[in-house]
């Protein structure tokens, strides 16, 4: 059974970057979508954006366009997200989860908190 952990978060001020990584065991993240979601204390979980093994990679956020990218490491098993020009509305717990093409998304990561002060 896969299993997803999440790290990196941590307090940042704004207009800082920060990089969140996602170890995949227990399976291969080439044989999922991977996902990256964030949840605020009043917002739903909201999807990000998604990356495959193949290193199609694509951000869905209009909120994150053109600060959060996402990426994957094969040899690594590890999936990535990378965040830049951070700012306090990007203040969320963030997860990973592996899924299928067709959004459903079978396995989540504990989440880490990202903490962004003004």
């Known amino acids: 059974q896969v299993h997803l952990v999440e790290s990196g978060g941590k307090l940042v001020q704004t207009g800082g970057s920060l990089r969140l990584s996602c170890a995949v065991s227990?399976?291969?993240?080439?044989?999922?979508?991977m996902g990256w979601f964030r949840q605020t204390a009043t917002n739903n979980r909201e999807l990000l954006g998604t990356?495959?093994?193949?290193?199609?990679?694509?951000i869905y956020a209009d909120s994150v366009k053109g600060r959060f990218t996402i990426s994957g490491d094969n040899a690594k098993n590890t999936v990535y997200l990378q965040m830049s020009n951070l700012q306090p509305a990007d203040t969320a717990v963030y997860y990973c989860?592996?899924?299928?093409?067709?959004?459903?998304?079978?396995?989540w990561g504990q989440g880490t908190q990202v903490t962004v002060s003004s």
């Open positions: 990356v495959t093994w193949s290193g199609e990679s694509t």
């Open positions: 227990g399976g291969t993240f080439s044989s999922y979508v």
């Open positions: 989860a592996a899924g299928n093409r067709n959004g459903l998304y079978s396995t």
